[in-house]
């Protein structure tokens, strides 16, 4: 049977959540919960505002205080199995990881065995103890990059706090379709595709997502970029990249098919036809760490498939 263990988060809300639900604001805040578990909590009076219980459809005003003291199952159902990691950094009460392109974060529909989930039972066992064994956010499969790995409960429960209150800075690498003029801020709200329902989409109904991104340089027709996320939506960057008509080189779900430049080599026009995943790679991530509280930042570099996509594409800023 699963065991449980108890996660304790506190923070305040801001002005930008005013006239939303408790359970709509909390949901965006902790997208690695489920709506339903969310409002269990709140039932529970698991959930206080300002230091009493409210009820899920509670509106908010800003500057309320939130604390959670809830019950959340740990992943002793998924197996250990001996898949590589390529670990970065490892601390007393964290790890940090590269992840490869091609493996899923967390077993689910169609992946129920082979993911990082997997890998890490069998690196540290201890992880089976905590919920989703440490994983504080998700990369999508065919992305590459940083990930942080909470190894305590106390750690998990401090990385989840600063995921919340947007404490972690994650800067990404990516590649899209076509000339951006200059850097820019997308702040549009992504929700399910109302049609396709395993995509995600820009809706009036979705929740809040801001993606920054700043030009790293300009390629013949395309364009190298720097993105740093504000909200981490499923798909938060394929999305909003999409949405103003530059979608990641690569992506078969938001992208159209292979952007090719006037007078491109046979060469060029293979690799870009060819390319297997979107690229996209998550670079780097900052914090407080957890025990000293002074500032890390960590770096994932780039892979291999990724430098040469960039080198094909005439990139000098590598």
């Known amino acids: 049977m699963p065991t449980s263990e108890t996660i304790k988060l506190e923070f305040i809300l801001t002005e930008t959540h005013k006239g939303q639900r408790l359970d709509q604001v909390l949901s965006q805040l902790l997208p690695d919960y489920s709506r339903n578990m969310i409002q269990n909590w709140i039932k529970k009076e698991q959930v206080l505002v300002n230091l009493k219980p409210e009820k899920a459809k509670y509106r908010i005003i800003g500057h309320e205080k939130i604390n959670i003291f809830a019950t959340i199952e740990a992943d002793t159902q998924h197996a250990p199995e001996n898949i590589p ?30 993911t990082m989930l997997n890998a890490l039972l069998h690196y540290c066992p201890k992880l089976e103890k905590l919920p989703r064994a440490g994983i504080i956010h998700r990369l999508d499969k065919d992305t590459s990059g940083i990930i942080v790995i909470a190894k305590t409960v106390k750690a998990y429960q401090y990385f989840i706090r600063a995921m919340a209150s947007r404490e972690i800075k994650r800067e990404y ?30 809706v009036a109904s979705g929740k809040p997502a801001v993606t920054h991104y ?58 870009l036809q060819k390319f297997p995943r979107q ?10 760490s957890p025990q000293t509280q002074s500032i ?17 594409l005439g990139c000098q800023t590598l």
């Open 173 to 202: 690498r990516a590649v899209v379709n076509g000339h951006l003029v200059a850097g820019a801020t997308i702040e549009a709200a992504i929700g399910r595709h109302p049609t396709k329902r395993t995509r995600m989409a820009v």
């Open 85 to 114: 990691l390529n670990i970065i950094d490892e601390e007393t009460d964290y790890l940090i990881i590269n992840k490869p392109a091609g493996l899923t974060v967390h077993p689910g529909a169609g992946n129920p065995r082979g």
């Open 279 to 288: 690229a996209l790679h998550a670079y780097q991530l900052t914090f407080k």
């Open 214 to 271: 700043r030009i790293l340089e300009k390629l013949a027709s395309h364009t190298y970029l720097r993105v740093i996320l504000e909200t981490g939506r499923t798909h938060q960057i394929r999305v909003h990249m999409a949405y103003i008509q530059h979608p990641l080189v690569g992506d078969q779900i938001y992208g159209r098919r292979p952007f090719l430049p006037k007078n491109a080599s046979e060469k060029l026009k293979q690799i």
């Open 296 to 312: 890390v930042s960590y770096y994932a570099a780039l892979p291999h498939d990724f430098k040469q996509l960039l080198i094909a």
